[in-house]
């Protein structure tokens, strides 16, 4: 897969939350639409800087698709768009101003280390996860 057609998504490597939401949609990406890295890693600061984004805020998850970068809540719209089944639920909060949605994901991961926990380090692939991480 060529990587500008590739939708990528950058996740706090560290946090419990985020690794959750990317076990989440590796379950329900059956079309494979999606690679992951860790904000951390060298790939991920590559992205961010190639993007013109801050290297050093891991508070928000991105996804570039189509040569397009989506952050915070529009990043979560974009990426349930493509997952089958309920998921699609989410895209139901989108007719909120992005202002409120932003408001509220924010609220969420800058609380996240506090109510979901913390790893000492990035998150490594299992060999049947690793073709889905940069």
């Excluded at 946090?15 to 991920?44: H, M, P």
């Excluded at 989410?90 to 609380?111: C, E, G, K, Q, R």
């Amino acid at each position: 897969m060529n990587q500008k057609s590739q939708s990528i998504i950058l996740f706090d490597g560290v946090c419990n939350f985020c690794n959750y939401w990317v076990n989440f949609i590796i379950d329900r990406d059956k079309k494979n639409k999606f690679k992951f890295t860790a904000l951390q890693s060298e790939k991920g600061r590559e992205l961010l800087e190639k993007h013109s984004l801050p290297t050093n805020d891991f508070d928000s998850f991105i996804l570039i698709s189509n040569k397009k970068v989506y952050k915070k809540s529009l990043a979560a719209f974009e990426i349930s768009k493509n997952l089958n089944g309920w998921p699609k639920i989410i895209l139901l909060f989108s007719f909120f101003p992005s202002s409120f949605t932003d408001w509220i994901y924010s609220l969420v991961a800058n609380n996240r280390y506090k109510f979901f926990g913390k790893k000492d380090s990035c998150r490594v692939p299992t060999e049947e996860e690793r073709a889905k991480f940069l």
